[in-house]
């Protein structure tokens, strides 16, 4: 590893000032979580900062408050294994609590934070073992024509990558918004627009400009005992992994019939996946075994599968089906 200076800011404006101040002195700069992504990718030089700017130091990031107006706040700097066990998510947005849990390894989750899963890079081979890539500063995705079976079956091209956070499509799902802080003050960008396709910027996955920081995350109130969600993640081995499918289902319910949905995918596109023409299918309609399984048909219209990852088509249709049929079926059992 290359050596570089550790700055432990008290705040975010402190933090802030510390990473505009390196860009000035065209120092390069990282921000820092848990850690548990960026130190692994700075031990192989695929970056290397001068600064490491440490968030761990701040204080009251690592916490869920009411929000105003409804719904709650999420402290950026809150660790995934917290998140799952927060009574407050697990009862109102099972489907990050769900996400969250299934996330790596318990030491993983003891350290992640919600913002570093959200902000983690990609994991494809090539970016990882330092191939001059899109990812990596060049003109090539050789995911194209070489090894490409974790790989984009929507939304790819000119990079193929697939975002790798379980938590971020369930964020998506969840209608959340995400408060970012940066030398040009504060803004807030809803999650269905943080995430970023390689069309925008193929080096990029999301928004965040140089100095930004995604501080907090908020979401929306929801309506009780009628909204159901869940997170399914079809892994390639048991643990520890990313997902090769996942689904991430939130749907308001009355008895059986769905009032709105929100269906995102992982594990399939360069971003969390939303398939609002499944959505728009299922609002209104009472979810039968019928309707689901049309659901399932609908989520892969457009899937353009490379050609060692057609198996995630079958995979996409039954998971949409199963899940949905899943949340169905609770919203019957807590009716009665
Ligand atoms: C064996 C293994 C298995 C894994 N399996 C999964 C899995 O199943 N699902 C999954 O989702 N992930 C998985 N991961 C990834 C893991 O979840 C991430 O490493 C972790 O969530 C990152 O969180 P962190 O706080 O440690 O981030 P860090 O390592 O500190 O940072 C990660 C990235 O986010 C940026 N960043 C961090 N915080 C902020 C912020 N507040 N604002 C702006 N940028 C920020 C950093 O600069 C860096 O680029 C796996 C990792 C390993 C090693």
Redesign the pocket.
């Known amino acids: 590893m290359k050596a570089f200076s550790n700055a432990n800011p008290r705040d975010l404006a402190q933090a802030v000032a510390l990473l505009n101040d390196a860009r000035q002195q065209h120092r390069t700069v ?12 700075m031990k192989e030089r695929l ?1 290397t900062p001068h600064l490491l700017v440490s ?1 761990k130091s701040i204080k009251g990031l690592d916490q869920v408050k009411a929000a105003p107006g409804g719904g709650v706040t999420i402290g ?2 809150m660790t ?1 294994d917290a998140i799952s066990r927060d009574v407050q998510i697990r009862r109102l947005y099972a489907v990050l609590a769900e996400a969250a849990e ?4 318990p030491q ?2 003891n ?3 919600l ?7 990609p ?1 494809c081979w090539y970016y990882r073992n330092g191939f001059n890539c899109l990812k990596n500063g060049g003109t090539t995705c050789y995911s194209i024509s070489g090894e490409n079976t974790f790989h984009a079956i929507f939304g790819g091209g000119p990079s193929y990558i697939v975002h ?5 499509p369930a964020l998506v799902a969840l209608d959340a918004s995400f408060r970012i802080v940066g030398p040009a003050g504060e803004r807030r960008v809803p999650a269905s627009e943080f995430f970023t396709l390689p069309t925008v910027n193929s080096a990029r996955e999301n928004v ?1 400009a140089d100095g ?4 907090e995350i908020v979401l929306p109130r929801r309506g009780g005992a009628a909204t159901h969600s869940t997170y399914h ?1 079809v ?1 390639d081995r048991e643990a ?4 090769v499918v996942s689904a991430a289902v939130v749907m308001d319910m009355d008895k059986d019939v769905c009032r709105t949905a929100r269906i995102v995918l992982g594990g399939v596109a360069p971003i969390p996946w939303r398939l609002p023409a499944v959505e728009a299918m299922l609002a209104g309609h009472r979810v039968t075994p019928e309707l689901a399984a049309k659901a399932g048909e609908a989520a892969v219209a457009g899937a353009r599968p490379l050609a060692k990852n057609g198996y995630k088509v079958p995979m996409v249709r039954t998971m949409v089906s199963r899940t949905i049929a899943d949340i169905a079926d609770r919203g019957l059992r807590t009716a009665n």
């Open positions: 990282a921000v820092a979580g848990g850690g548990s992504d960026l130190l692994g990718m970056i968030l950026g700097l995934l299934g996330v790596a390894t993983i989750r350290v992640a934070t913002a570093g899963n959200v902000c983690q890079r994991w790798p956070s379980d938590t971020a965040l930004e920081i995604l501080a993640k892994l520890w992994t990313h997902a």
